[in-house]
């Protein structure tokens, strides 16, 4: 499984922040970072979404994390209402 970090998650890891569980410090030990450009379909992709979160960065995320099948690192409750595959943060 291939993952999407929100940027709070990502400055924690960086930091080896004592706030990532276990179980997201477990996902990073199989894997590397790499960036994930933006692409029009995950432009697109943001309108689809519901309104439950208005903040267009994470609307962004989460248009990512469905449109290329990522599951998305967040401890941001607003996130975890979408329909996508997550692990909280």
Do not use: C
Request: proline letters at 6%; charged letters at 25%; glycine letters at 2%.
């Amino acid at each position: 499984m291939k993952y999407l970090l929100d940027t709070h998650v990502f400055l924690w890891s960086l930091s080896n922040s004592r706030r990532l569980k276990n179980s997201v410090k477990e996902a990073f030990t199989i894997s590397g970072f790499e960036i994930l450009p933006i692409f029009f379909e995950h432009a697109l992709g943001v309108y689809k979404l519901p309104l439950y979160h208005r903040d267009p960065f994470d609307r962004m995320l989460i248009s990512q994390a469905k449109a290329e099948n990522l599951k998305l690192i967040s401890a941001d409750p607003k996130i975890w209402r979408y329909n996508i595959p997550l692990l909280k943060a």
